[in-house]
């Protein structure tokens, strides 16, 4: 039998924030790539979604002035971005259900180290991709390199961020990881087909092209497409014509607007998961 | 012992909107000590547990472990505290070694992998899948994962439910190893031979109060140190030996055995009867607990009745 003896003749330390939420994320990793099926799913539809739509349209399209193939691929990289609330909502209503955040709140791991962790974990498939659909783009389709790096960067990871926030938020309200999926797929092809991703927003109905705006898909779409093509797709998201060029400042000044939407739907799942996240079902909070 | 204690608990309340589960509670834990908090399912031992972990706020009074209040300052103290809950998942398609791995990397100076599953036997299935481990097996990875960062206090929620006796016997060893090493522990159990066998401190719970407190020796004394049974042929008057449900078997609680068994004895030497089946035991906790849970289900009937 071991000799257990606590830690009382030596202080027991704390690991700090950092060091839990890493090791929640490599935690959730493992355990995301042990359900091979669901990983794959999450690399190839995205992934063979993302680079097959640019690869069909180019040369072929031009949408809005734009060769269709490099006009799609910004949107594209919104869709996989779209992806993590696929993954997050999973991770969270099977481990709610399997008492396993119940298990994880019991360490010594602060909560907002697992739910950062967890939410890394569903991002980090998406940031990836973003990376690969970037590469695909200036080997295959000979798009340009993006016009402002940075406001990509900026874009993709606030993009995530509100994803994986949102889904956390809404996975108070649903049910089981069964029925969630089933329930949170409709949403994700509304925010596929009505954020200008696949097609511009005047191809849209005229009474839809201003709600739709406000979508948080809308929101990073327009980043990305301003950040990646030097173009002001931000001001007049529903403008058929080719938008007028911007420079590295006035590329951000263009994305106010699109940006303090994600921060106002950054408040809206906070609110959310405050009102509604539960760590174990049997429990109001 | 040291003198200051791990837990402190005043007059502590806790509600769950008009139900009131603990109704003003006081108790301590001082390190190196183990506290058995005892009751029937529904006592309010699981929200008084839920309180000190620090995952509820109380209602009313006060709780203070580690000298702070373990729902503000949750993250200051947690890493000096194992959790094994009566009810939580595991990642079932992770192997033992990989669970035990990854919460390794929870703590800032934890336990050996081997050292942990040599400690709760579970070496040999230390690369099977959790979903495919026993009922008890996994409670034996619950506590290895519970005392991984060598806390300084340990809550088990009925911590040997589902083992054998043998895994039984092996755990209270294991605990008594660690509390002789100055850890603290806050139990539950429905086990009242394991409250009896590990704890120093005891309290029954019972509809949110403490109905008895103190040392297993003291509560047990409390609650009339002995019972005597035997069986008789002959009618047994009231006065010696109560009313017997079946005319025949007796049982007695005796506060001074030596007494009553005399008397006992006199009157079937005088009227010629036999006692069989005679035998005088001390009591246990769990005699305690029974009589305790029945007093105060007859009196709560009783209330409901003058009530109607």
Redesign the interface.
Known sequence: ????????N?P????GWWR?TW?QF??SQ??HW??LGFALTGVLIPLGLGIGLPASQHGKNSIAGIDGGVYLLPGMMGFVLVWIVYNVVNSATS?RG???Y??L??????DTAIMTGEAMSGSVTSVVQVVVLGVFGLVYLGAPAPANPLLLLVGVLLGAFTFALLAVGVSGLLPTSEVSTWIVTPFLFLMMFASGIVFPLSEMPHFLQVPVQYLPSSSVVEILRTAYLGRDFASNPATAQLPHQVGFLQSFRACLMPLGLLCAWIGVSLGLGKRFFKWDPKRSS | MGSTPIIQVDELRVRYGGFAAVQGISFSVR?GEVFGLLGTNGAGKTSTMDVL?G?RRPGGGSARVFGVDPFAD???I????G???Q????????TVT?TVR??R?????P?GLD?AL??VDLGKVAHTRVGKLSGGERRRLDLA???L????LLFLDEPTTGLDPQARRRTW??LE??VA???AILLTTHYMEEAQYLADQVAIMDRGRIVRHGSVAEVIGADHGSTITFSSDVPVPVEVAGVAEDGRHHELTSVDPQADLRRLIGWADDAGARLRDLEVRRNSLEDVFLRVAGDEDEAALTAAGKER
């Open positions: 039998m071991t000799a257990l003896t606590p830690a009382l030596r027991s330390r704390s690991l839990y090791s490599l935690l493992k355990v042990r359900d481990r399997k008492l396993i119940k298990r709140r019991g360490t010594p791991l602060p | 390190p972990e995952f949750r993250e200051r947690a890493h000096r505290m959790i094994m809950l009810e939580a998942g595991f990642f079932d398609d992770l990989e990854a919460w990397r929870f703590t800032a100076d336990l050292e040599e400690l994962l519970a005392v960062g060598r806390p300084e060893a294991v190893n660690m090493g100055g850890m």
